[in-house]
């Protein structure tokens, strides 16, 4: 979630906008692996206030955000996100 957050907030300081609030929430799902565990699923819950953003270029930033975060890439899970604007 703070990856997520992170890159998020960096290609909206990218596009000229100042976020006022970004909480992200995640729940990951593990699941056995040899003698241990392995992440197989992250669901990422975002809530954002962002002034003069619009629903269309929160979505864009919000799915750049998740294929670009590094954690992301590395995880080799399935991430789904819930993204809005309050």
Same mark, same amino acid.
């Given at each position: 979630?703070?990856? *997520? =957050?992170?890159? +998020?907030?960096?290609?909206?300081? /990218?596009?000229? +906008?100042?976020?006022? @609030?970004?909480? =992200?929430?995640?729940? #990951?799902? /593990?699941?056995? @692996?040899?003698?241990?565990?392995? &992440?197989?699923?992250?669901?990422? =819950?975002?809530?954002?206030? #962002?002034?003069? +953003?619009?629903?269309?270029? *929160?979505?864009?930033?919000?799915?750049?955000? @998740?294929?670009?975060?590094?954690?992301?890439? #590395?995880?080799?899970? @399935? &991430? =789904? +996100?819930?993204?809005? /604007?309050?």
């Amino acid at each position: 979630a703070g990856c *997520f =957050t992170m890159a +998020l907030a960096f290609g909206m300081q /990218l596009a000229g +906008l100042n976020p006022t @609030e970004l909480e =992200t929430e995640a729940a #990951v799902t /593990l699941e056995p @692996e040899g003698q241990g565990f392995r &992440i197989s699923k992250s669901a990422l =819950t975002l809530r954002a206030k #962002v002034p003069n +953003l619009d629903e269309a270029k *929160f979505a864009e930033l919000a799915k750049g955000a @998740e294929k670009n975060c590094p954690v992301s890439k #590395v995880l080799n899970a @399935e &991430i =789904t +996100l819930d993204a809005k /604007l309050v």
